[in-house]
């Protein structure tokens, strides 16, 4: 008896364990869902903070101020991505110019498919047949399917013309059209501002927070954590920057095969290569597709296609 009960308190015990787990990890998402705005730039900084870490510490060694290194080093980062940026706007903006140009080039090769596949196909009679159907569909009620393109002999066609509508609006003045302007830039900027003042006292700040740690951990042995924490953070520094450099030259290998090749707007696919090498497992697969489709759409034959697979791979 006193078994069945014991083995009843730990089934007790366990749900409510279970259910306080669930509860916190609710509230814990809902933090994170509702913070998100102040979450993620403190996530992003951290990550910067350890890839400039060494940076900072190199200009150090050269006896230059923990301040000057920090902010110099972080607004040198911040300026070669806003450079990287620019430079990815600007050559959407020019393939976006470039691809009416390519559509005869697709349809010429979506014909000759279709010629090699053999005239008229199973989906081109399915295709005629749709046609056929959303014509009935769309047809007037009580108007016979034939009246519509054999009118009755003797009856007058009078086409009714369209009475063409415009809506015009009223002009929203200069500081609407201002505002309409900033109001999408405001929230990047703000994000923007928020990650460098946070990488800025990141790295001002390590030996401070680092110390702050150790103290919420209530470690026992101070000098043993401080040291593996140190070793931990040099670590991190390290192979996110390794990481970055590896990435950042097989971009600059991929954009040179391209743009060899003859591939439009290579700088742009060999930084958006760069970016996607840090997914794991499919990042690069990611990237490979977009040269690869514009190859098809570029060259009236395969030989670009070709080309770019054997660069991409």
Known sequence: MKLGKTQTLEDVAGLVGACAVTILAVIIVSALYVGREVFVPVALA?????????????????????????????????????????????????????????????????????????????????????????????????????????????????????????????????????????????????????????????????????????RLAGAHDLQRTTAALDDAASRLSRLFLNQLLINSGFGVLIGTGLWI?????PALWGILAAVLRFVPYIGSFIAAAFPLTLAVAVDPGWSMLIWTRCCSS
């Open 261 to 265: 090749i003859g591939v439009p707007s």
């Open 46 to 214: 951290i990550l910067l903070s350890f890839v400039l870490a060494r940076p900072v510490n190199f200009l150090q060694s050269l006896r230059v101020p923990r301040a000057v290194a920090a902010i110099t080093t972080v607004l040198l980062a911040f300026a070669v991505i806003f450079a990287l940026g620019s430079l990815i706007a600007t050559q959407l903006t020019r393939l976006a110019g470039d691809l009416p140009q390519y559509q005869s080039t697709i349809q010429a090769k979506i014909t000759s498919l279709r010629g090699v596949a053999g005239g008229s196909s199973t989906l081109e009679r399915a295709e005629g047949m749709l046609q056929n159907l959303s014509k009935e569909l769309n047809r007037p009620k009580n108007v016979p399917s034939t009246s519509l393109t054999n009118p009755q002999p003797g009856a007058s066609a009078r086409p009714v013309a369209p009475v063409p509508v415009e809506v015009l609006q009223p002009d929203p003045g200069t500081l609407a059209n201002l505002r309409s302007l900033i109001a999408p830039l405001v929230s990047p900027l703000a994000t923007t501002g928020i990650i460098v003042i946070f990488v800025i006292f990141i790295l001002l700040q390590r030996e401070d927070l680092r110390n702050r740690l150790i």
